[in-house]
């Protein structure tokens, strides 16, 4: 079966350094993969947007890889402050169009 | 914009109580979706519809019913509520249905089954 995984463990990093999420599937040719970002007690929000034929998209301090060959998307904050602490949620398209979803990885930026 | 409206935000039913969770949106989008996020769990498909009068099962559609009469309202119903269904609800909507849309959500519906 069809198959995402976040790192389910917080990830903590020091404010300024670069951090790095890691998405992984299985059992999967997902033509498109998109990142959001979650705060406690809301809904997510769409960040970034990457195709298959992509390796790299870049937004501001953001930068998200695909790579179709070891089945991995690494989603990359630079510049970390304490207001990017949230919860990352990857998502791919199934064959039907609709998104599997990741169960996320929460980040936490410390001052 | 207003975007996703979700209501209510937070519900707490009895075992067997039925309720209605509404959505609208009004960016004029065609497809919306439910779905369910469980701890520990990525978000979870329910129903979805493509357009106004088309609804299709997503990946837990047991419990639920769902109904498209118009382009803005997609309101979820639950028929006999089961401590099973406690979670968190996400309405969401995008442009059309194509993997390259991404989705806007609703702020969530806390629902709690007793």
């Known amino acids: 079966s069809q198959k995402i995984e976040q790192n389910s463990e917080a990830l903590n990093i020091q404010e300024g350094k670069t951090a790095t999420l890691t998405c992984n599937y299985t059992n999967y040719s997902p033509a498109y993969l998109q990142w959001y970002r979650q705060d406690p007690g809301r809904g997510p929000v769409f960040l970034l947007l990457?195709?298959?034929n992509e390796k790299e998209k870049r937004k501001e301090r953001l930068k998200v890889t695909f790579d179709t060959t070891l089945k991995q998307s690494l989603f990359h904050i630079t510049a970390s402050q304490p207001a990017d602490s949230a919860t990352y949620l990857c998502a791919l398209d199934d064959s039907n169009y609709q998104l599997i979803w990741g169960a996320g990885t929460k980040l936490i930026i410390k001052p | 914009n207003a975007g996703v409206t979700q209501t209510p935000k937070f519900q707490v039913l009895k075992t067997g109580q039925s309720m209605t969770l509404q959505c609208a949106q009004d960016m004029n989008h065609e497809y919306m979706s439910w779905y369910r996020q469980d701890p520990g769990m990525g978000l979870r498909l329910i129903h979805y519809?493509?357009?106004?009068?088309?609804?299709d099962q997503g990946e837990v559609p047991n419990g639920y019913n769902v109904s498209r009469s118009t382009t803005e309202d997609f309101p979820l119903r639950l028929l006999s509520a089961a401590p099973s269904q406690t979670s968190v609800y996400f309405c969401a909507s995008r442009q059309g249905s194509s993997g390259a849309n991404v989705l806007t959500f609703g702020a969530g519906s806390r629902l709690t089954v007793l």
């Open positions: 519809s493509v357009g106004a009068g088309i609804t």
């Open positions: 990457i195709r298959e």
